[in-house]
């Protein structure tokens, strides 16, 4: 049963406008992603994109299964210290990452 209340993960406010910026502004990659796990179509739990975390933001995130996906392309080899370090931040309230390799 899921009947646990979902942990609200703390953000920076000004990470809100950004993540709406991405989100109209989604990668080809991220764009099918989406089309295959909305509207719960993935198991029946439900998923969010752009979602903001601390100083981060995360590509989709299910608050149920505490799941974040990472969808990294081209732009992420010169980032890898970035992600380690919102990978190693975010993982400290429990967020599990799947990095998906494009």
Known sequence: MR?????????????????R?????STLS???LWQEIKNKQLLGFQFHRQV??????VDFYCHELKLAIEVDGNSHEYKVGYDKNRQLALEQ????????KI
């Open 52 to 57: 903001p975390m601390l100083a981060y933001i």
């Open 93 to 100: 309230y429990g967020i599990n990452f799947y990095v998906l």
């Open 21 to 25: 910026e991405l989100r109209k502004n």
């Open 30 to 32: 991220e764009v099918l």
């Open 3 to 19: 009947s646990q209340r979902n942990q609200i993960i703390p953000y920076r406010s000004d990470l809100k406008a950004k993540a």
